[in-house]
């Protein structure tokens, strides 16, 4: 069983930071990409960015230039800092881990965060 923990979210002037953080812990084997999400109402989950156990980084053309993921393997942690934000911004963001838990034979599965509200002002 793997539980990943959001924290980092809250309420921001447009143009300010926030560093996003999540932390995997329990019975892990091995971790592969991870990555961050977000959703606001009416809108379906879109991926923000994500990083692979290689560190190759991908991000939506919207966050390109302001965001950058990265990651802590020896902390089974994921960061994403988030500069210049804008009011369209706002979302609830979701980490997602692909994970195996306890054995190397074991399917890997996607894990995700509750989410952390990320509100931008104008």
């Known amino acids: 069983q793997v539980q990943l923990v959001e924290s980092g979210g809250g309420l921001v002037q447009a143009g300010g930071s926030l560093r996003l953080s999540c932390a995997a812990s329990?019975?892990?084997?091995?971790?592969?990409?991870m990555g961050w999400y977000r959703q606001t109402p009416g809108k379906q989950r879109e991926l923000v960015a994500s990083?692979?156990?290689?560190?190759?980084?991908n991000y939506a053309d919207s966050v390109k230039g302001r965001f950058t993921i990265s990651r802590d393997n020896a902390k089974n942690t994921v960061y994403l800092q988030m500069n210049s934000l804008k009011p369209a911004d706002t979302a609830v963001y979701y980490c997602?881990?692909?994970?195996?838990?306890?054995?190397?034979?074991?399917?890997?599965?996607?894990?995700w965060g509750q989410g952390t509200q990320v509100t931008v002002s104008s």
């Open positions: 329990g019975s892990i084997f091995s971790i592969n990409d």
């Open positions: 997602n881990v692909k994970a195996k838990g306890s054995t190397w034979y074991q399917a890997v599965k996607d894990y």
């Open positions: 990083i692979t156990s290689g560190g190759s980084t």
